[in-house]
């Protein structure tokens, strides 16, 4: 018996206000839906998707089959007019006699292999199975003039998510019922299970991260998701570094430095380069030619990262003008210079590209106006890169370490508790995890609190 998939992307996003549907926004250099797909299309257990799309996007979901080289797409159906034909569409397309259908929407692209095999699992128990979570929130009940009626208990109380899953036969026949109903007011397939008792619903745990992209706040928050579920998934089998070409710039401490010997132990084939070796992030021409003696030698680069940066404390309008230009220039300046020369090596090995950034990219900080302002642009440098390149399958990510034991630190804020600092080799280990990974557009988070344990 088959396990089949039934992913409903025939919405139009309209309470996303966007100016297309909320399934093919991108987040991460991806669109949602390619993320939904991607987890069913890896998922051991899935045998075959469905996708019900709106006929509009039928052929560029077909592009993206062809891109992302899915395997276990059969159809891709024209959807209807409401959730419930568009599921019922997708249901009615499978002629096997029996089968395991999971329905799942398109925009909660962050469902885990968990939970869709715990959905199948229980399908062997239950004939109907649904996601749901704790609700944090007091849900109440309230009349047609905002008197609240009743106050529900909470334990008793979940949030209904996706996917939902069903042995065929009952959730065909919850269809054809509701077919000929004219009085059906429920949003979901599970809904329509209950409304004519046709068995038990068991309800699974689902999880937060199993986020529905509805309003234009989801948009942010799955932005948020992903982010914070890369830290757990990130890891890479680094042997896939042997015989990588890896260029390291500002490698002749600290991170950079950590980088290159983390690279050798791998085998892969890495030059370093830093000021004090002649090559300085803020001249082109430095740059140009330092890449060049490495493709000459090596036939092609496949991963560049540029580490070197400085700090420096000071109010804007004490500082020296000098001293500040330099500071936007090593920052900001050096990592378009990399980019720009970059772009050639890497679409033709359809490399990586890395750069890094600071906790204080997202909000500037007395006293540091330059560094934290120079960090949040290359948060945004690299985002957009991730999608100018996303064609030439080049990858963009920064990182982003809380408080590292460098010699930058060391300088600018003295000796502080080992326990409070990130080792620079951890850092040095999640770089070369994110440049064989295929994220795209990524902020990756590397905090003390869950690596140096
Ligand atoms: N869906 C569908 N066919 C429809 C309506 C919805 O396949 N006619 C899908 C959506 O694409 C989505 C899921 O059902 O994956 C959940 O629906 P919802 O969040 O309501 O999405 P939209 O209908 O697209 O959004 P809105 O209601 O804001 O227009
Ligand atoms: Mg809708």
Redesign the pocket.
């Known amino acids: 018996m088959k396990n089949i998939a039934i992913?409903?992307?025939?919405?139009?996003?309209?309470?996303?206000g966007l100016n297309k549907?909320?399934?093919f926004i991108k987040i991460a250099g991806k669109t949602v839906l390619e993320h939904t797909l991607t987890t069913f299309e890896k998922n051991d257990n899935v045998d075959e998707i469905i996708v019900?799309?709106?006929i509009n996007y039928i052929s560029y979901i077909q592009d993206m089959v062809i891109k992302n080289n899915y395997k276990k797409i059969s159809k891709i159906l024209a959807?209807?007019?409401?959730?419930?034909?568009?599921?019922y569409i997708g249901i009615n397309s499978i002629t096997a006699p029996q089968a395991k259908v999971l329905i799942?929407?398109?925009?909660?692209p962050f469902v885990s292999n968990d939970i869709i095999d715990n959905c199948l699992q229980k399908l062997d128990e239950y004939k109907a199975v649904d996601v749901a979570i704790d609700s944090a929130d007091t849900l109440i009940t309230i009349d047609n003039n905002n008197i609240i009626k009743s106050i529900l208990k909470r334990d008793f109380i979940k949030r209904g998510q996706?996917p939902q899953a069903f042995d065929l036969a009952v959730i065909k026949k919850a269809h054809e019922l509701a077919n000929k109903d004219h009085n059906v007011d429920v949003t979901d397939d599970c809904g329509l299970v209950l409304k004519y008792n046709l068995c038990d619903i068991y309800v699974i745990k689902g999880d937060d991260f199993n986020h529905?992209?509805?309003?234009p706040i989801d948009i942010a928050i799955a932005d948020k998701l992903f982010q914070l579920r890369n830290i757990y998934t990130i890891s890479q089998d680094k042997k896939r570094l042997k015989n990588k070409v890896i260029v390291v710039f500002g490698a002749s401490k600290g991170i950079g430095q950590a980088i290159v010997e983390l690279s050798k132990r791998y085998q892969a084939k890495v030059y370093g380069f830093s000021r004090s070796s002649g090559t300085d992030v803020c001249n082109y021409k430095e740059i140009k030619s330092a890449l060049e003696h490495v493709a000459k030698l090596e036939g092609k680069i496949d991963i560049i990262i540029n580490t070197a940066g400085v700090l420096r404390m000071g109010q804007l309008n004490t500082r020296e003008l000098e001293d500040i230009y330099k500071e936007i220039n090593i920052n900001y300046v050096g990592c378009v210079n990399i980019a720009r020369l970059a772009y050639d090596y890497l679409q033709a090995s359809k490399g990586s590209l890395i750069f890094f950034t600071s906790s204080s990219y997202t909000r500037g900080r007395a006293l540091y106006s330059i560094y934290s302002s120079t960090k949040a642009a290359l948060v945004n440098l690299s985002q957009a890169l991730a999608e100018e390149w996303e064609k030439d399958s080049i990858r963009v990510n920064i990182i982003n370490p809380e408080r590292t034991a460098t010699p930058m630190r060391l300088k600018n804020f003295g000796v502080e508790p080992k326990e409070s600092l990130l080792s620079p080799q951890v850092v040095a280990d999640t770089t070369l995890d994110t440049a064989l990974s295929d994220y795209t557009g990524q902020i990756i988070d590397i905090k003390i609190s869950q690596r140096n344990s």
Do not use: F, N
């Not at 992913?7 to 996303?16: D, H, M, P, W, Y």
């Not at 799942?104 to 909660?108: E, F, G, L, Q």
């Not at 529905?212 to 309003?215: M, P």
């Open positions: 992913i409903l992307a025939s919405g139009k996003g309209e309470r996303t549907p909320k399934q019900v799309s709106h959807g209807g007019s409401t959730r419930q034909e568009s599921s799942h929407d398109a925009v909660r996706t529905k992209i509805t309003y």
